[in-house]
C-alpha cells in the first residue's frame, strides 16, 4: 500500500492547477445515462472515484471512451440497470445512478451503501422522493429495487419536501424529475455548486429546470433528452485545499482555472488568518508574509453557501499550528473528527466535546508517523505535514486519491518535499 512522505518546512510558491471539480463530475457522469445519444464531458479530472463511476457506467452497457480529461459517454445500449456491492462499497456517491436508471428504463438494482467512516449517511431521502414520484421501492437481499409505477414504466412529477438538506439527494431526484411525467417541485434543495453545475448540463440536454442554485427546484418533465458537451466546473475543495496549505505553510502561490465565486465563505475564514489573497477573472493568489503564524479562526460547517463541511479538517490543521485558539463546529457529519486523533501525534492541541473541537495552536507540530481515514482527513494530514518540524508518513492515502488529482505533483511544483513510497 502506498504512503505519502512529507518533510515539513518549506515555503510554498508557483503555480498550482485546480482540477474539475470531483462533486461535480460524478453526478454528470451518471447524467449519461439519461440519455440515447452521447455526453461528452469536459475537464474530468483523474481521481479514483472517476474511474470507479466509469467502471459502474461500463457494467451498465455504457460506451466509455477517455482522452486525458474528455470524457465520452454513450449510454444507447444500457441494458444492465444494476449498482452491484463490489462497487458501491468503495463510493457511496455510486448511489447517484439510482434515480437516472429509473427515469430512463423504468427500473433500477442498486447495492444499499453500508455506513461510512464520516456517518451513518443514510439514503432515505433519495428513496423517500422516488417514492413520491409514483416508483415502488423494496429493500432486497442488501440492495434497493425500484421500479417505476407509472404506465410505460415513468416516474411521474411530485411535490417534495427533504427533510434535511441533501448534496446527492437534490442531484438524485433532479435526474429522476427530468424525464418523468408532469412538473416536479424540489423545496429544501441543496444549493451547492455542484448541484447547478449538475442543472446546466442537464439543461444542455434538453432538460427544464429552473431554481439551480436556490433551495426550490422546479422541473418539468421532458420525453427524452439529447446528448450535449458540457465541462465541469472547477474543483472549490481542491481550491480551498491548497490555498489552506499556503496559508499554514507559508509562500506565494496562484491558482489557476479557479471559481472564486464558490469559495467566498473559505476565502473570508482564510483573510481572517491573515492571509493575502487576491482573486482573479479564473485565478487566485495568496501570499503568506515570512515567518508569520496565521491567526486561529472559528469554523461552523453547514450547507452551502455557509461553511463546507469538506474544508473543515483542513482549516483544523491550520489551527493546530495558528496563534491563538480556534474553534470547530461540525454540523453536517456526526463522526468527522477522525484527523484529530492524527493531529493529536503530531502534537496537537485539540479538544472534542461531540461535535466541537477547540483547537489551541502550538508553535510547531512534528513529524509522526499518521493514517489516512477519509479523503479530506488524509488532505488535513497532507497540511499538517509540511508545516511540522521532520518527516510525516501518511498511510492508507488511496483517500486521497480518490479525490485529489495529481496532489503530490501539484505541491512538488510549489517547492513541498512530498514523496509516494510503498
Ligand atoms: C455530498 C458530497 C460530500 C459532502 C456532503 C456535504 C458528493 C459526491 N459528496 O455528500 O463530499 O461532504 O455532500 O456537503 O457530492 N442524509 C440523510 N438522509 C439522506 C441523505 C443525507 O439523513 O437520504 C444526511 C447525511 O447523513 C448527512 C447530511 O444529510 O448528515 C448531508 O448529507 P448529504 O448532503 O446527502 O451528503 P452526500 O450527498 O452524501
Known amino acids: 500500500m502506498h504512503k505519502l512522505v512529507i518533510t515539513g518546512g518549506a515555503r510554498l510558491k508557483g503555480e498550482i492547477p485546480v482540477s474539475g471539480a470531483k462533486n461535480a463530475a460524478l453526478p454528470i457522469l451518471c447524467a449519461s445515462l ?3 445519444e452521447p455526453l461528452v464531458l469536459e475537464n474530468v479530472p483523474a481521481l479514483e472515484d ?47 445512478v439510482l434515480c437516472p436508471l429509473v427515469a430512463r428504463t423504468g427500473r433500477a438494482r442498486v447495492s444499499l451503501p453500508g455506513g461510512c467512516a464520516i456517518g451513518a449517511r443514510p439514503v432515505d431521502q433519495h ?3 422516488l417514492e413520491l414520484m409514483g416508483a ?24 417534495i419536501v427533504t427533510d434535511l438538506v441533501t448534496v446527492t439527494g437534490t442531484e ?8 418523468a411525467d408532469g412538473d416536479t417541485v424540489i423545496e429544501n434543495a441543496a444549493r451547492e455548486p455542484e448541484v447547478v ?13 429552473s431554481g439551480a442554485g436556490t433551495d426550490r427546484l422546479l422541473i418539468s418533465g421532458v420525453p427524452t433528452l439529447k446528448g450535449a458537451t458540457h465541462r465541469v466546473m472547477p474543483d472549490r475543495i481542491e481550491t480551498g485545499t491548497y490555498l489552506t496549505a499556503v496559508a499554514a505553510a507559508g509562500g506565494d502561490v496562484t491558482l489557476t482555472g479557479v471559481r472564486s465565486d464558490t469559495l467566498d465563505a473559505v476565502l473570508q475564514k482564510l483573510g481572517e488568518t491573515g492571509a493575502w489573497i487576491e482573486i482573479g477573472a479564473d485565478r487566485a493568489t495568496i501570499r503568506i508574509v515570512a515567518d508569520r503564524r496565521p491567526h486561529a479562526v472559528n469554523i461552523r460547517t453547514a450547507p452551502y453557501p455557509a461553511f463546507p463541511t469538506d474544508m473543515q479538517a483542513q482549516i483544523m490543521a491550520l489551527n493546530c499550528i495558528a496563534e491563538g485558539t480556534g474553534v470547530v463546529t461540525e454540523t453536517i457529519f456526526e463522526n468527522r473528527f ?27 507540530l512534528a513529524g509522526a508517523h499518521v493514517m489516512a481515514t477519509d479523503l479530506r482527513a488524509s488532505a488535513s494530514l497532507v497540511i499538517a505535514g509540511l508545516v511540522a518540524e521532520g518527516e510525516t508518513v501518511i498511510d492508507r492515502i488511496y483517500h486521497l486519491d480518490r479525490g485529489y488529482d495529481g496532489l503530490e505533483q501539484k505541491l512538488a511544483a510549489v517547492g513541498a518535499q512530498v514523496m509516494r513510497r510503498r
Open 136 to 159: 415502488k421501492v423494496r429493500i432486497e437481499h442488501g440492495d434497493i429495487v425500484a421500479e417505476a409505477g407509472g404506465p410505460e414504466g415513468k416516474l411521474r412529477g411530485a411535490r
Open 50 to 96: 472517476v474511474a470507479t463511476t466509469l467502471k459502474l457506467l461500463r457494467q451498465m452497457g455504457v460506451a466509455v471512451e477517455r482522452d486525458g480529461s474528455t470524457v465520452r459517454l454513450d449510454a444507447s445500449r444500457l441494458d444492465n440497470p444494476v449498482a452491484p456491492y463490489d462497487l458501491v462499497k468503495t463510493m457511496r456517491a455510486s448511489i447517484l
Open 172 to 179: 438524485n431526484l433532479m435526474m429522476a424529475a427530468v424525464l
Open 127 to 129: 428513496i423517500k422522493g
Open 338 to 364: 477522525m484527523h484529530a486523533q492524527e493531529l493529536l501525534r503530531m502534537g496537537a492541541s485539540i479538544d472534542i466535546e461531540g461535535n466541537t473541537a477547540v483547537v489551541t495552536g502550538v508553535a510547531r
Open 197 to 209: 453545475d449538475l442543472a446546466e448540463c442537464l439543461i444542455a440536454m434538453g432538460a427544464r429546470i
Open 34 to 36: 439519461l440519455s440515447a
